[in-house]
């Protein structure tokens, strides 16, 4: 599912419960929801403080380190190969897939807010090596 959209501290918190409710517990078709991840910065870290005393949803902090293009570079291979799955009939699949579609180089494109998470979900599912502890 995708909720888009720049809120205020309050609303902020307001959406991301409204998200948590709407998914925790169902959505059994591709799984429940397990965590939420957050990017801890700007208004995210204020979420993740507020949100984790009001859920026993997990959240997990979002630290990223590396620039977004060596972040691409380690995801695009999974890509190309056609291991991310899209929902064929989700409603918001068209205009995620002429944001993604319209990324440039240069990152001088109008918008890449849903390649952030996109690359997450690559690297949590697909890039990130199991352990004995997951």
């Known amino acids: ?6 809120w205020e501290a309050p609303e902020l918190l307001k ?3 409204s998200f948590i409710n709407k998914h925790k517990d169902s959505n059994t078709k ?3 929801l397990r965590y939420m991840a957050v990017e801890d910065k700007a208004s995210g870290t204020g979420l993740i403080q507020s ?3 009001q859920t026993t949803l997990p959240i997990r ?3 990223r380190s590396t620039d977004k293009l060596s972040r691409t570079m380690d995801v695009i291979l999974y890509v190309e190969e056609r291991r991310v799955w899209l929902p064929a009939n989700a409603p918001w699949l068209l205009n995620y897939i002429e944001e993604i579609e319209g990324l440039t180089a240069d990152w001088t494109h109008d918008h890449d807010d849903q390649w ?3 690359i997450d979900a690559i690297n ?3 890039a990130k090596k199991p352990t004995v502890f997951d």
């Not at 599912?1 to 720049?6: C, E, I, M, Q, S």
Request: charged share 40%.
């Open 116 to 118: 952030d998470p996109t």
């Open 51 to 53: 949100i984790s005393k």
């Open 61 to 63: 902090a979002i630290q």
């Open 15 to 17: 959406e991301a419960k």
């Open 124 to 126: 949590d599912s697909l």
């Open 30 to 32: 591709i799984g429940k």
């Open 1 to 6: 599912d995708v909720k888009r959209g720049k």
